[in-house]
């Protein structure tokens, strides 16, 4: 199959750039496609760098149909990986129909252009927020799903579930839904890495903006959960893992498997102090912090249960706290503005 | 407001043309838009006959999204109620992605479009099948949504969650959300009605064309479920009545009520061999039937608890078993191949 590709949509973002690191690794030929609306071109070249190998990318919104059809035309694409989609919590319940014509919208589109073409290969980039607020711990995949309380969730969710259609409609169709924790780090070589437009929505890079003096301090939602330092626990999962499932989940679909998901985490909880904590001593940097009230719609812990995955894919996470850490340091730190020369 | 106008989607349809004929009697200004692609217009000049006004009609699909706007152009809207949307069953299970692109994609073109013009009233079209299985009967508005089975009834859940979400968002929007029973009959005037394409997906267009000559005999999918008699029992409700609860939601539009949802059903159960019965009954005519093993997603027993549309709606049903029989079978004895003029 030397010369059919993997199609990467949202291929230059972070969980993409990284996913086609580990891709280009495995010898599979990778097309990326993204609408550069939250990300940068510069990270392709920077997965150039990276691999010493040309990634072909196009700009393309998967609102377009026809600009799809173009790239489905140009390259053999076996196996779509889709991560593009808008991902801001907040924004999504401020824009709730931006949400859902983009992701939505842009999923269905993806999907009839699959169909057109033949190809029936898909591995989903979903959430574990389609979980919504757990009702065990640790979550595995026989969790109930739905309760979302944003539109951000909700499109994740209704994706799970026009796939989940599309497979059971045509058995010749294969669909792999991953369900990620929470993803933190970049690749090592520190040249990729998270690179969030405005104020990070996310944890780890806002504390990283700290480190670099980009800002003040970090806010704590919340020191009065039921946890064990009262502070929110989250299953943590280094991004190159993560991306490494994704070339799990290939070779699983390889084999017949109709509509799966799989959780991506690493079944270990950590609080917000301490990541603070591990990431004040990965950077040497302190990370000074204020504690806030608790935000609405947070829970106090989720992590992962992730033995399905590790069973079927055969695929685990191997990389800890400190890697997370030392990692995502080591980009921001040369990259104090991410992908851009300056604020 | 004698210039304002309330927008009617799939005002062609079934239940769009019955809901027109109760607008107009309570004097409201009407515009329909409807793609035609399972309705005729000539239902809406049969409107016009019954009640001696002109309802200005425009062909429209909902994916055209400046088409819709020109409508709004045209026409000084206040409320929208919207009835489009595709809508067999089993043709969601086969072509789920045709059902997705539709429906959502329809709904999230207009919602757009009345945020750019301002109008932010919208009466939706759920249905009953968004409770999925029930817990327990008879099912009121607090019992769980989501748990459909196919992309028919998750496109009307998907639906309600994003208008809820737009209402959250901004509080001067105001949603209605109703959950259709299983709507049957005509106008009395036995000159719109029921006009299915193809071979009837419910119960009693099927029996009604069964006992026009049009088809041999019916068909019962299962006399061995939990119920008095074996067969399944649902809550019918006349579509004029149904069609009075529209007008009553305006009423209530018009006080403040963010986004609610409201069941519109009898609260009686009746059994498909009731039904049958009672349809023999009305027509003079036997209605053969053979039965047939259970269809896979089919339940036994779904009926309403009406107490909230009627507490809140001052709404309730006034026609039974025997007015839903006589009228369906006046418009379908009237008019043998509905609004063509054979088969």
Same mark, same amino acid.
């Given at each position: 199959?030397?010369?059919?590709?993997?199609?990467?949509?949202?291929?230059?973002?972070?969980?993409?750039?990284?996913?086609?690191?580990?891709?280009?690794?495995?010898?599979?030929? !990778?097309?990326?496609?993204?609408?550069?609306?939250?990300?940068?071109?510069?990270?392709?070249?920077?997965?150039?760098?990276?691999?010493?190998?040309?990634?072909?990318?196009?700009?393309?919104?998967?609102?377009?149909?026809?600009?799809?059809?173009?790239?489905?035309?140009?390259?053999?694409?076996?196996?779509?990986?889709?991560?593009?989609?808008?991902?801001?919590?907040?924004?999504? !319940?401020?824009?709730?129909?931006?949400?859902?014509?983009?992701?939505?919208?842009?999923?269905?589109?993806?999907?009839?252009?699959?169909?057109?073409?033949?190809?029936?290969?898909?591995?989903?980039?979903?959430?574990?927020?389609?979980?919504?607020?757990?009702?065990?711990?640790?979550?595995?995949?026989?969790?109930?799903?739905?309760?979302?309380?944003?539109?951000?969730?909700?499109?994740?969710?209704?994706?799970?579930?026009?796939?989940?259609?599309?497979?059971?409609?045509?058995?010749?169709?294969?669909?792999?839904?991953?369900?990620?924790?929470?993803?933190?780090?970049?690749?090592?070589?520190?040249?990729?890495?998270?690179?969030?437009?405005?104020?990070?929505?996310?944890?780890?890079?806002?504390?990283?903006?700290?480190?670099?003096?980009?800002?003040?301090?970090?806010? !704590?939602?919340?020191?009065?959960?039921?946890?064990?330092?009262?502070?929110?626990?989250?299953?943590?999962?280094?991004?190159?893992?993560?991306?490494?499932?994704?070339?799990?989940?290939?070779?699983?679909?390889?084999?017949?498997?109709?509509?799966?998901?799989?959780?991506?985490?690493?079944?270990?909880?950590?609080?917000?102090?301490?990541?603070?904590?591990?990431?004040?001593?990965?950077?040497?940097?302190?990370?000074?912090?204020?504690?806030?009230?608790?935000?609405?719609?947070?829970?106090?812990?989720?992590?992962?249960?992730?033995?399905?995955?590790?069973?079927?894919?055969?695929?685990?996470?191997?990389?800890?706290?400190?890697?997370?850490?030392?990692?995502?340091?080591?980009?921001?730190?040369?990259?104090?503005?991410?992908?851009?020369?300056?604020?």
């Amino acid at each position: 199959m030397a010369d059919e590709y993997v199609l990467v949509t949202g291929g230059a973002g972070y969980i993409g750039s990284h996913t086609v690191v580990e891709l280009l690794s495995a010898n599979y030929n !990778v097309v990326v496609i993204d609408n550069l609306v939250n990300a940068s071109m510069v990270s392709v070249s920077r997965v150039e760098d990276i691999t010493g190998k040309k990634v072909p990318a196009h700009q393309v919104d998967l609102l377009d149909k026809s600009a799809i059809r173009d790239v489905f035309q140009k390259y053999k694409i076996s196996i779509v990986m889709h991560f593009a989609g808008l991902k801001a919590v907040g924004e999504s !319940v401020a824009l709730p129909l931006l949400y859902y014509h983009n992701n939505i919208g842009g999923t269905v589109n993806l999907l009839e252009v699959m169909k057109e073409f033949d190809v029936k290969n898909i591995i989903f980039s979903s959430s574990a927020t389609v979980y919504g607020s757990p009702q065990y711990l640790p979550v595995d995949e026989n969790h109930p799903i739905g309760g979302c309380t944003n539109a951000y969730g909700k499109t994740k969710y209704f994706i799970e579930e026009i796939i989940r259609d599309v497979c059971n409609a045509d058995k010749t169709w294969k669909g792999i839904l991953l369900r990620y924790f929470n993803p933190v780090g970049a690749h090592k070589s520190g040249k990729i890495g998270e690179n969030p437009q405005g104020v990070p929505n996310n944890l780890m890079p806002f504390i990283a903006q700290v480190a670099v003096g980009r800002r003040e301090y970090l806010t !704590v939602y919340g020191d009065d959960y039921d946890t064990p330092d009262g502070t929110g626990v989250r299953d943590y999962i280094h991004i190159v893992d993560l991306a490494k499932g994704h070339v799990a989940a290939i070779d699983k679909l390889k084999r017949d498997c109709g509509c799966v998901a799989y959780n991506l985490g690493t079944g270990v909880g950590y609080s917000v102090l301490d990541m603070v904590k591990a990431f004040e001593k990965a950077s040497g940097k302190s990370i000074p912090y204020k504690v806030a009230p608790r935000r609405a719609g947070d829970i106090a812990s989720v992590y992962a249960n992730p033995e399905k995955a590790e069973k079927e894919l055969g695929w685990k996470t191997t990389l800890g706290l400190d890697e997370m850490c030392e990692d995502l340091w080591r980009w921001q730190s040369n990259n104090p503005y991410g992908y851009e020369t300056s604020s």
